[in-house]
């Protein structure tokens, strides 16, 4: 029997990517986002993954038409940048509203009917800035940070009922994420030219990364397991990262991000 995969935010970047590689790997599968871009093989349900009612009715439709939900992938949401002092409380608001609200809405709406069949795959997109948290990105690196605290909590939650979970975190990926991130420079006189700086050099480490389809490629294989361990670094850059922000102390490892992002 192909297991039936939703995919939120898969309209675009590692979303589509990893859509696409579920259809090839016999997966039938639904993609969640605002606006629909048609994929072969993917069929698109128009939500807003902010809004828990649009969320369910979605969940609902694709039971209705399915029966059952094998596996989700959490993969919708934006960045912002900018100084904490300067970051409008609205704009730190959306940033937590749908990387994290998002994600847990649609979370919840899967859930009774993974419960209820005995298994599940729920694979959450963070970041490695969820543990090596970035300068001028703090609310992002919170939401991810915020991501990775959820996925531990909730495996041993889901645990006895067949379902695991787990939060991909990876680096720098050439996408249309770094075109859509909100940027705001207010306040960079006061400090001295630093927030459009560290933006620059995140930018450009982006514009070089991965691609979206061998991330999406990486994500679609982790989902179509049934367990692997709860935070998984993507890219053998990042596992190393990930590695040291285990083995260093914090203060060191701050202090390196700080002189990459924070000059």
Known sequence: MNQVAIVTGGSGGIGRCTAAELHRAGCKVYEFSRREKPQRGVTHITADMTDEAQVRAAVQEVLDREGRIDILVNNAGFGISGAAETT??????AQLELNLYGMDNATKAVLPAMRQQ???RIVCMSSIAGILPIPFQLWYSVSKAAINAYVLALQNEVRPFGITVCAIMPGDIASGFTDARQKSEAGDDVYAGRI????????KDERGGMTPGYAGAYVAKIAMKKKSKPLVALGPMYKGAAVLAKLLPRRLSNWIVGLMYAK
Do not use: L
């Open 88 to 93: 409008d409380t609205r704009d730190a608001h």
């Open 118 to 120: 005995g298994s599940g």
């Open 196 to 203: 459009q700086r560290s933006v620059a050099v995140m930018e």
